[in-house]
């Protein structure tokens, strides 16, 4: 069974506050992807990455595939109430069909 | 494009009752799934489907049933409802290519009394 482990589970910081949360796996996948969920509502796709030290920026979120592609972060510059949510890493591999979900990463930002 | 919706929004059964969630995709993607999401855990897979006329088991594929009915339609059972069954509902599609970016629907929440 692939895992992937969100570390940490829950976070809550002060507006304008920097965060990093972190998903890892001990295996390796042809590209991870980023998910923000709101309550009451699906999960959105943030970003996908895909090549091994990639670095993808969104706005004030930062993405990073580790070089071996088995672990990613996500980083946020000065954290406003918006981007409280559930943040949710997924892993695919190539022809497998399904993806592997993390359990997430519950954020909290406060005014 | 209305992307993936799901009907009903909210359900309550009685322990024992059957009922059938609905999910539709116009975004002509290959692949489906169904997952369920309990307080404080990410979502579990219990049926995906990687093509039309093709499902497989997911990890909790247990007193469920799923039928593809054409592309865009991808139906999930529950025959005889249990309170163990208790969830939010999330329908997805994806292209199926590689990074298997999935598309996700706005849930169902399920009660089982």
């Known amino acids: 069974t692939q895992l992937l482990e969100q570390s940490p589970q829950f976070l809550s910081i002060q507006e304008g506050e920097n965060l990093t949360v972190y998903c890892n796996s001990s295996?390796?996948?042809?590209?991870l992807q980023w998910y923000r969920q709101e309550p009451g509502e699906g999960p959105v796709l943030l970003v996908t990455?895909?090549?091994?030290?990639e670095v993808k920026k969104l706005k004030r979120l930062t993405f990073q595939f580790g070089d071996a592609r088995k672990d990613s972060s996500l980083h946020i510059t000065a954290a406003q109430p918006g981007d409280t949510g559930l943040y949710l890493c997924a892993g695919a591999r190539t022809n497998a069909g399904k993806s592997t979900f993390g359990d997430g990463t519950t954020l909290t930002v406060k005014p | 494009n209305a992307g993936v919706t799901q009907t009903p929004k909210f359900q309550v059964l009685k322990t024992g009752q059957s009922m059938t969630l609905q999910c539709a995709q116009d975004?002509?993607?290959?692949?489906m799934y169904w997952y369920r999401q309990d307080p404080g855990m990410g979502l579990r897979l219990i049926y995906y489907s990687a093509s039309e006329g093709t499902t497989d088991k997911g990890e909790v594929p247990n007193g469920y049933n799923v039928s593809r009915l054409n592309k865009r339609e991808f139906s999930l059972r529950l025959e005889s409802a249990a309170p163990s069954q208790t969830s939010v509902y999330f329908c997805?599609?994806?292209?199926?290519?590689?990074?298997?970016?999935?598309?996700f629907g706005p849930g169902t929440r399920l009660t089982v009394l």
């Open positions: 295996s390796v996948f042809s590209s």
């Open positions: 975004m002509n993607h290959n692949s």
């Open positions: 990455v895909v090549t091994g030290g």
């Open positions: 997805a599609s994806s292209r199926g290519l590689s990074y298997n970016e999935q598309f």
